[in-house]
């Protein structure tokens, strides 16, 4: 049978806020798979608002530069916080982003391979000249390179990075106004999805399952024919499409409106219009794994496991 390993536990218990002996439960019920912990606790009802899975801490940079109508959203990890402000990291982030705008590298290792911009080695002999100066790991973790008319935003000096695209037929100030206040609303609400029609078949079937599967836990429910939980479930789709899909949120400047309907009123206005079409967010740190601390100790003890 599996065990649930402390970290794995603290690990769901911060991602949920669920206790941590149901945690436990739920990962030893998975055997181990977090995504699949996660639902069970969701079907419970015990985690309503589970956060997105392996959002954990970690250092380094998150930056989005955008030239002329080329942009790059990139992700760059070192060990502390002390290194992370060091100008010359600082510095090799920034080239590695302008690389990716000039070389459109297909993947992690064409960067690494490419010359960086405005040097004469490659990314990677960069990266460990800067290694035998700064003497701690760095990772070129993500990146995402985007052309068309584009609206960058960086939050809090690195720890959240968004690119939003739009097709536009207004004046420049008004859009880069209408695309700035959308990067806000992706950097401070963090949707999954653009819109209803970007939320696949089975995300959408998953969801409706997960309501059906609250609802067998609820006395007051469980009764009910399938056909009528079905009908309950379909219906509470409209939540889930306002939580999690850009347009359909409440604008966070705005709450009589949607984001969708921000930007039509916008563009209206000026006598044209602006449609969102793309956005990119990268959080420092999402789903990067730290080494445990002395909290998994403490867990163990207290789930027996010691």
């Given at each position: 049978m599996f065990k649930a390993s402390p970290a794995e536990i603290k690990d769901l218990m911060k991602s949920t806020g669920v206790g941590m002996m149901e945690c436990k439960k739920a990962l030893e019920e998975a055997e181990g798979d977090r995504e699949q912990a996660v639902t069970i606790l969701r079907e419970r009802g015990l985690a309503t608002q589970a956060k997105k899975a392996g959002r954990t801490a970690a250092e380094g940079i998150a930056t989005a530069v955008v030239e002329g109508n080329v942009g790059a959203v990139l992700e760059v990890n070192i060990e502390t916080d002390f290194a992370a402000n060091n100008d010359e990291f600082k510095a090799?982030?920034?080239?590695?982003?302008?690389?990716?705008?000039?070389?459109?590298?297909?993947?992690?290792?064409a960067?690494?391979?490419a010359k960086i911009s405005g040097g004469d080695k490659s990314v990677e002999e960069t990266l460990q000249d800067l290694f035998i100066k700064i003497r701690e790991n760095?990772?070129?973790?993500r990146f995402q390179r985007l052309e068309g008319t584009l609206i960058p935003y960086v939050h809090d000096g690195g720890r959240i990075a968004v690119i939003v695209k739009v097709e536009s037929d207004v004046d420049a100030d008004t859009t880069f106004t209408v695309g700035k206040d959308v990067a806000l609303q992706?950097?401070?609400m963090n949707p999954r999805f653009l819109d209803k029609a970007s939320v696949s078949a089975e995300v959408i079937e998953n969801e409706k399952?997960?309501?059906?599967?609250?609802m067998n836990e609820d006395p007051k429910m469980a009764s009910k024919p399938d056909q009528v939980k079905a009908k309950i479930a379909e219906g509470k789709l409209g939540k889930f499409y306002t939580e999690n899909c850009l347009l359909e949120q409440e604008f966070v400047k705005d709450g009589d409106l949607t984001v969708g309907k921000y930007v039509e009123k916008a563009a209206k206005d000026k006598?044209?219009?602006?449609?969102?079409?793309d956005f990119v967010r990268f959080e420092r740190g999402e789903g990067v794994e730290k080494k445990a601390d002395d909290?998994?100790?403490e867990v163990a003890a207290m789930a027996g496991l010691k």
């Amino acid at each position: 049978m599996f065990k649930a390993s402390p970290a794995e536990i603290k690990d769901l218990m911060k991602s949920t806020g669920v206790g941590m002996m149901e945690c436990k439960k739920a990962l030893e019920e998975a055997e181990g798979d977090r995504e699949q912990a996660v639902t069970i606790l969701r079907e419970r009802g015990l985690a309503t608002q589970a956060k997105k899975a392996g959002r954990t801490a970690a250092e380094g940079i998150a930056t989005a530069v955008v030239e002329g109508n080329v942009g790059a959203v990139l992700e760059v990890n070192i060990e502390t916080d002390f290194a992370a402000n060091n100008d010359e990291f600082k510095a090799f982030v920034a080239n590695v982003a302008k690389t990716i705008i000039e070389q459109d590298p297909a993947d992690l290792d064409a960067l690494k391979a490419a010359k960086i911009s405005g040097g004469d080695k490659s990314v990677e002999e960069t990266l460990q000249d800067l290694f035998i100066k700064i003497r701690e790991n760095m990772v070129i973790r993500r990146f995402q390179r985007l052309e068309g008319t584009l609206i960058p935003y960086v939050h809090d000096g690195g720890r959240i990075a968004v690119i939003v695209k739009v097709e536009s037929d207004v004046d420049a100030d008004t859009t880069f106004t209408v695309g700035k206040d959308v990067a806000l609303q992706v950097t401070s609400m963090n949707p999954r999805f653009l819109d209803k029609a970007s939320v696949s078949a089975e995300v959408i079937e998953n969801e409706k399952n997960i309501v059906i599967a609250q609802m067998n836990e609820d006395p007051k429910m469980a009764s009910k024919p399938d056909q009528v939980k079905a009908k309950i479930a379909e219906g509470k789709l409209g939540k889930f499409y306002t939580e999690n899909c850009l347009l359909e949120q409440e604008f966070v400047k705005d709450g009589d409106l949607t984001v969708g309907k921000y930007v039509e009123k916008a563009a209206k206005d000026k006598g044209g219009k602006i449609k969102v079409v793309d956005f990119v967010r990268f959080e420092r740190g999402e789903g990067v794994e730290k080494k445990a601390d002395d909290f998994a100790a403490e867990v163990a003890a207290m789930a027996g496991l010691k």
